[in-house]
């Protein structure tokens, strides 16, 4: 009877282990985030332990709260939804419904999920997708990319470029009925890291005729230097992406070897030869003195020459969109950048939109003081957030202001 009840009594702790997290007191519906980071969280753990004893790769596991979620190309009253290709990349198209009043708006959408996770058809990006071509009338290309692991930068971002600059293509354009003055790119975590870069990579190319009027850049993740900025300590443990998660999926864009997820876990996988970058991600020069907190600026702490010579990536703007020169962050086109405050890449927006600024470029911030990583896409039961719909609406606002 007694080893029956400290069995009990162990269960019980364990399951309130996985249910109650720390949740930031700022944050409406507290249980709904609680129950979606537990979930994560216990996830987590399972893919862990099924890595280590050789039965799954750690993605592999996490991919099934992405397929659940998954839901078919459905059209309705207000929105035609089909699949295709575009450059030989499968993209979601959402075509309005509604008679055109002339030329339509269109967006690129990226979808996030750390270059690892994620698709087009999971339904929080479904109902992203279609309530924006719904509200402003727009073509909406909601496009997917080969996951890592097994395919590691430049693939993800060579697919959504792909995808880009094939639907700017002016007899594209015309297909669908698209204004070429009202096209924007737009993504969310990882997503928005690919249309940075994106947005980036089509002012130097020669074949483009055609420019964005406007990126979209949701929390996006934005540099690979410095994974020890105050947001990533601040916020090291905070739903529901922490920074140990975060860290995989850098380190995974990159390479699945073990030795470049410790250096990046400790923060030394950059060496002091490429210190001439450091400028460009410093935040003491970048972050709003008002989100430094108790933090204090520091010396980077610089590690071998090894990762960076195996892995170029790490130091190319097209993964880190902050690399960008001030002459090539001038030529961009508006942005409308949201950050959330408690966010492990919080400093990364807030820093670009810095950066951004000081090039000339029109941006505007939205910081969400009570918003956490992955919020934006919260818009369906079980994970129905009132925060979520507040954070798509400022958003589609914006779009119907200045695209």
Aim: aromatic residues 10%; neutral net charge.
């Amino acid at each position: 009877m007694g080893a029956r009840l400290l069995c009990l009594c162990l269960l019980t702790a364990l399951l309130g282990y996985y249910i109650y997290s720390p949740i930031p007191e700022d944050i409406a519906q507290p249980w709904t985030v609680m129950l979606a980071s537990s979930a994560l969280r216990s996830l987590g753990h399972l893919s862990e332990a099924a890595e280590v004893l050789g039965l799954m790769p750690y993605m592999k596991v996490l991919r099934l709260f992405t397929d659940v979620q998954l839901v078919p190309p459905t059209s309705d009253e207000n929105v035609t939804v089909t699949e295709t290709e575009f450059s030989g990349v499968p993209v979601r198209l959402y075509l309005p419904r509604r008679a055109p009043g002339g030329l339509r708006r269109a967006m690129v959408y990226i979808h996030g999920g750390g270059w690892c996770l994620g698709d087009a058809g999971m339904q929080g990006y479904d109902i992203v997708a279609r309530h924006i071509s719904n509200e402003l009338d727009a073509v909406v290309v909601s496009t997917n990319y080969r996951l890592a692991p097994p395919h590691h930068f430049p693939v993800q971002f060579e697919d959504v470029y792909s995808v880009t600059k094939f639907f700017l293509q002016s007899k594209v354009l015309a297909q669908y009925g698209v204004d070429p003055a009202r096209v924007c790119v737009a993504g969310d975590s990882a997503g928005g890291n690919l249309a940075a870069a994106v947005a980036q990579e089509l002012l130097e190319d020669p074949e483009v005729q055609t420019q964005l009027k406007a990126q979209v850049l949701i929390y996006p993740a934005l540099q690979a230097l410095d994974l020890d900025l105050p947001s990533y300590r601040d916020n090291a443990h905070k739903p529901v992406l922490p920074r140990s998660l975060m860290v995989r999926f850098w380190s995974e864009y990159f390479s699945s070897e073990p030795a470049l997820r410790a250096a990046m876990a400790s923060n030394r996988h950059i060496p002091a030869a490429a210190s001439e970058l450091w400028r460009f991600v410093n935040w003491s020069l970048w972050l709003p003195q008002a989100m430094w907190g108790e933090h204090r600026p520091g010396r980077p702490a610089w590690g071998g020459e090894e990762l960076a010579r195996r892995y170029p990536g790490l130091l190319d703007p097209r993964a880190s969109p902050l690399l960008a020169s001030e002459a090539r962050l001038r030529r961009l086109p508006a942005a409308f950048v949201l950050t959330c405050e408690h966010d492990v890449l919080r400093d990364d927006g807030a820093m670009y939109v810095s950066r951004l600024r000081a090039a000339g470029v029109p941006v505007t911030h939205h910081h969400a003081k009570d918003g956490f990583h992955g919020a934006f896409t919260f818009l369906a039961w079980p994970l129905d957030l009132a925060l979520g719909h507040r954070l798509l609406n400022t958003c589609v606002g914006w779009l119907r202001e200045n695209l």
